[in-house]
């Protein structure tokens, strides 16, 4: 009769023989397998951007209307200031505020060929007197056609009367185109410098931006 013995624990070890790797040919290199595969590494876009081409052209666009509407505005106001402020038909007569710094002037508005004849002031002041022009100025505003037909000619700022005569003819007192000018050649310049300034930039900006692209391109290569 055999008696139950009991074994105390024993730990158990067993080694897995590692698997044999084939031996390398002689003279070749062995490489072991990168543990994890290498990132992933997106290409870059090109710097700098086409956008900033885009822009400037956009802004070239914007500085070409500005030079349109700064010369169309610079006409419209010319001819505003020019326009006769008074009013009146042949045969009246009125009190006009004159000032020689305005360069005031007679105008006519008349369908057809007519004479006519003004008298400003008194007569007791030859300061005071009404100058044919030295060239012929002629605009049309609003639906009339206005033509010049005296220098108003006045030592001091005043009021002054005014007389005119002419079947069928309106009469106006304004200013000379001539005097008026200065908001025209602002507006000739805004036509001339804005877009000029704009399409330099433009131009700039794209001939840098293609160069520094292109230059990106061949240190990628």
């Known amino acids: ?5 009991t074994f105390p624990p024993a730990e158990a070890t067993m080694r897995v023989p590692r698997p044999m790797m084939p031996p390398a040919p002689a003279g070749a290199t062995l490489r072991l397998p990168h543990p994890f595969p290498p990132p992933y590494a997106g290409s870059r876009p090109v710097r700098p951007r086409l956008l900033w081409v885009f822009l400037s052209w ?71 007197r009404l100058t ?29 009367p005014l007389a005119c005569e002419g079947d069928g003819v309106r009469f106006g007192v304004g200013r000379q185109l001539a005097g008026a000018a200065g908001l025209l050649v602002g507006g000739a310049v805004a036509l001339l410098a804005l877009p000029t300034v704009g399409f330099l930039a433009a131009l700039i900006v794209t001939i840098v931006v293609l160069a520094r692209r292109s230059a990106a391109r061949r240190r990628r290569a």
């Open 58 to 128: 956009a802004l070239f666009v914007v500085l070409l209307v500005a030079g349109v509407g700064g010369f169309a505005g610079g006409l419209f106001s010319t001819l505003g200031d020019a326009a006769p402020a008074t009013i009146f038909s042949g045969g009246q007569s009125v009190s006009v505020a004159l000032d020689p710094a305005d360069r005031p002037a007679i105008y006519a508005a008349v369908d057809q060929p007519t004479d006519v004849r003004c008298q400003l002031g008194d007569g007791t002041d030859p300061r005071v």
């Open 132 to 160: 044919r022009p030295a060239v012929s100025q002629t605009f049309t505003l609003n639906g009339t056609t206005w033509e010049l037909l005296f220098e108003a000619g006045v030592p001091e700022a005043g009021t002054y």
């Open 1 to 5: 009769m055999h008696e139950n013995q």
